[in-house]
């Protein structure tokens, strides 16, 4: 069985994890390939409400190998929080694995990010804090920790020694920190890296053999590919290394390409946004407002609890992720919020401050920052779509919006949500198997 990687077709929150919780089902290991503690992931199911940071959506089958593969950069205090609250629900975590190669998110982190957002001032990216980004900067100038490093008493020990003098200096040079304390910084970390010690192995061959005995693996992605290190909204991006688009699954896990066989695409029926950077059909009025509450969970972000920025369906934006992360399946969510809308709008192009009508996603942030949104306006159809189970269910103008959708981001959508309870899906065709090339 091939490999099917989930990503997300838009800035983050299309819900990921909700439609990975889904699909999970004809899955034998799901595997988290990138970003870190500043993604969350919210699931609802029979066992109640949850939200993930780090653990993969695989993780309520009791069946299924999980897996926080290479590419994840992890905090260890709020991964064992995050291991223990869903051990005290009852859910199993035996079945979970984490990475020995996972960069390691330490102290110093946060406050080179917080510190880092105020230097950049009114361009500020939009951070949650969380070190995230600096971890990866770390990795990328190859003096990072890993989990490997940490859960290893000497290698820890040995590694801190090299690192931690230099990120002092910095910390103290540049931003006007006082230094962190050898002492207490190798005590806590070592600390849990002991209680991290019983997870960690490695993940690469796990995965392999899972392959090798024909096993389907999920790869889960984390945000969505607008904030992707290259293909994204440069610089209002995530600092992830892999990034958030389909390309980065393979080395965040550790398996070569050809074992890739599916991508699947997730689209919100509208688009949201958390932080700073642009967003040309972003709604400021009443219709924003309506789109942030009106859905049964408010459009707020699951890490840094700021409302997200809301607009209408951007078809530019939308094709674009598809193209650049060869999605062969698209999936849909939240068509529920606009059963109350008596007409929609799409973006399907946007035109720029000398007159120019463009197709594609600019490179530039400052351009794409100032493009106003060329909407195409159809029909809503304000009848309830919650209770929908299948296509045929659905009002004909909910089918029209959705094949309009497809035709307009050149992807098939094969999956139609219609809230967030595992059972509000309406599958068209199972994501897992390969759709035949046309």
Known sequence: MPAVVVIGGQWGDEGKGRIVDLIAQGASVVARYSAGNNAGHTVINDMGEFKLNLVPAGIFYRDKVCIVGNGVAIDPAPLLREIETLASRGVSVDNLSVSDRCHVVMPWHPLIDVADEKLRGDAAIG?????????????????????????????????????????????????????????????????????????????????????????????????????????????????????????????????????????????????????????????????????????????????????????????????????????????????????????????????????????TLPASSVVMGKVKPVYEEVPGWRAPTNRCRSWDDLPEAARDYIRRIEALIRTPIDIVSVGPERDQAIIVHDVLKVRPRP
């Open 127 to 359: 951070t949650t804090g969380r070190g995230v980004g600096p971890a990866f900067t770390d990795k990328v100038a190859r003096i990072g920790i890993r989990a490997g490093d940490l859960v290893d008493p000497d290698a820890f020990r040995a590694r801190l020694e090299f690192v931690l003098p230099y990120k002092n200096a910095v910390l103290e040079k540049l931003y006007g920190i006082p230094p962190l304390d050898f002492d207490d910084v190798h005590a806590t970390y070592a600390a849990l890296g002991a209680r991290l010690r019983p997870f960690v192995r490695d993940t690469a061959q796990i995965v392999h053999d899972a392959l090798d005995r024909g096993e389907t693996v999920l790869l889960e992605g984390a945000q969505g590919c607008l904030l992707d290190l290259d293909a994204g909204t440069y610089e209002y991006v995530t600092s992830s290394v892999p990034s958030s688009s389909a390309g980065g699954a393979g080395i965040g896990i550790g398996i070569g390409p050809t074992v890739i066989q599916q991508v699947v695409g997730i689209y919100k029926a509208y688009m949201t946004r958390v932080g700073n950077g642009p967003m040309p059909s972003e709604l400021l009025d009443e219709t924003g407002k309506i789109l942030q509450i009106e859905g049964p969970r408010p459009e707020i972000g699951v890490n840094t609890g700021r409302p997200r920025r809301t607009g209408w369906f951007d078809a530019v934006a939308s094709r674009y992720s598809a193209m650049v992360n060869g999605v062969t399946s698209g999936v849909l969510t939240r068509l529920d919020v606009l059963d109350n809308f008596p007409s929609i709008k799409i973006c399907t192009a946007y035109e720029t401050e000398d007159g120019r009508t463009l197709t």
